[in-house]
């Protein structure tokens, strides 16, 4: 299926995040502009797992560097999250990881 085919809200997020995956990931970014990575998808399945697994949970930046650090090439921080996702990593990338969008202060 193609991102085309599938609900959205007013912001573009997914309506069933059970009809996501890695091509529709993919088309996402190309609509944020942004070319993913081994790394963008280590956030994203991370962002995924903590929603799915974790009573709905989306962690904030800090939570994202503490959760991903053992398992992250190279220094980790929030600036590596901003490079891979300059819109902020908590919306953008939750946006491409096909969840619902956020409702944690800031964003775009």
Do not use: C
């Not at 970014?29 to 991370?46: W, Y």
Request: glycine share 10%; charged share 30%.
């Amino acid at each position: 299926m193609a991102l085309a085919d599938l609900e959205r809200d007013g912001h573009g997020y997914l309506a069933d995040l059970t009809q996501w995956n890695e091509d529709i990931a993919q088309e996402l970014a190309a609509e944020e502009g942004i070319e993913l990575t081994a790394e963008s998808f280590k956030l994203i399945n991370f962002l995924r797992n903590e929603y799915i697994n974790n009573n709905a949970n989306q962690p904030n930046e800090r939570n994202m560097v503490k959760g991903l650090k053992s398992d992250w090439e190279g220094k980790l921080d929030t600036k590596a999250l901003y490079k891979l996702f300059p819109k902020g990593p908590a919306k953008q990338a939750g946006k491409v990881a096909g969840l619902p969008e956020t409702r944690r202060k800031g964003g775009y």
